[in-house]
């Protein structure tokens, strides 16, 4: 049996234990953090452990626990982000003060490129589709690589339900659709 294209591994963040994903190419060892909210040095140990040169951050949606780092980590590593749609700029623009209200280090930033319905992002030699999953945030979108079954989906689905719609500009119809 050949070994899979893509290779995994989830570290939670933040006091709100969020789930980052660590994703790589194992042909070519390169990867992307999807979702780093913080705990900036666990992130980069558990990189260089797996031996991943890391090329980008992927983000689904801008809550403070899911990108509140995503723009310092971005300059400590010299690579761009990518996500989420637009719609979220609402959430990235108020990363400071969501991050003194949660204590979570929080930092505005301006992805290198906002992302749509039918965009596909690349890591390594992998390939993800995106959808955009207005819901939980107007602006969340979801990562899916069909060759491994795999969607990173945020918070467009929690253990046993769907996301929460409860923050501001969130939509339980949208959300549920």
Same mark, same amino acid.
């Given at each position: ?10 570290i ?41 040169t890391?090329?980008?951050i992927?983000? %689904?949606? /801008? =809550? @403070?626990?899911?990108?509140g780092?995503?723009?310092? &980590? $971005?300059?400590?590593?010299? #690579?761009?982000?990518?996500g ?40 390594g ?11 939980? %945030?107007? /602006? =969340? @979108? ?7 079954? &795999? $969607?990173?989906?945020?918070? #467009? ?13 969130g ?7």
């Open positions: 049996m050949s070994e899979p294209p893509l290779k995994a591994a989830i939670p963040v933040t006091p709100l234990q969020q789930n980052c994903t660590l994703l790589w190419c194992v042909k070519t060892m390169r990867g992307a953090f999807c979702d780093p909210g913080g705990d900036l040095q666990r992130l980069k140990a558990a990189a260089q452990q797996a031996g991943v890391i090329e980008k992927l983000l %689904t949606h /801008g =809550h @403070i626990d899911h990108c780092s995503a723009g310092i &980590l $971005a300059e400590e590593l010299g #690579v761009s982000i990518e989420p749609h637009e719609a979220d700029r609402y959430w990235i623009d108020r990363l400071a003060e969501d991050g003194a209200k949660y204590g979570i280090t929080g930092r505005p930033f301006e992805p290198s490129r906002w992302l749509d319905v039918g965009d596909r992002v690349t890591v030699e992998l390939t993800f589709d995106v959808r955009h999953c207005p819901g939980h %945030t107007p /602006g =969340h @979108i979801v990562f899916h690589h069909p060759e491994s079954k &795999l $969607a990173l989906v945020g918070d #467009v689905l929690f253990r046993g339900s769907i996301g929460r719609w409860d923050f501001p500009h939509n339980q119809q949208h959300l549920i659709e």
